[in-house]
């Protein structure tokens, strides 16, 4: 869903949120956008205004879900965070293989690369309470949203399906990306080692940077502008 309003865009970023997230974690950047760019938002099925359809827990259900979005008129940059990261990346290879419209660049936060195995045991079958404390061991939410617990028990079932669908997830070998990708880290996020940022070249035949901020998990957070500022500047140079 549109985040702000633009007649014309010269460019378009795309927004995927972490796990637990919705299009509504981004709401906040749109009046820091400039005029002629759009922010969008992407609710998957079962969150914001999509609350009535069925949570999804497997990826092949989700890039069909992603699929049914219809190209956007003008250069987009895919932008996701944690597991939003690995979903942008997921729906630029649909894209690919569909021959339709690629974004302009990719840009990944938070996330280590889609072929690296995880480090971690999986959480997503723990009792509520003990799932809940390993997803603020590792920050999997903004501390802001951890301090009520009436809401975190709103999102459970959110989170439970997001975690089921990360770590059941199974990396695909294919054809490299044809596109730039950006690699964004908190210095220090206890999910990501921001020194494999280098694995993600592996995902294209294009170019690959990193942009290391201080921080941990949701550095983003306190550089928002600064994130505002280079995924503007991918989105105007795609209309170039």
Known sequence: MPLNTVVRPTGVVVCLAFGGGSSAAYRPWAARFPADVQLYGIDLPGRAARYHEPLLTRMEAITQALAAVPDFEAPAVFFGHSLGALLAYEWAQGL????R??????????????????ERAPIHRLPDDAFLEEVKRYQGLPEDVLAHRELVELMLPVLRADFTLTETYRFRARAPLAIPITVCCGSFDPMVDPERWLD??????????RRLYEGGHFYLLDHRDALIDMLTGYARQGCT
Do not use: D, H, Y
């Open 96 to 99: 690919a293989e569909a021959r």
């Open 101 to 118: 419209r690629q974004p302009v660049r990719l840009v990944v936060s938070g996330r280590s690369a889609p072929q690296a195995p995880s």
């Open 200 to 209: 993600w070249q592996r995902c294209t035949s294009a170019s690959c940077e």
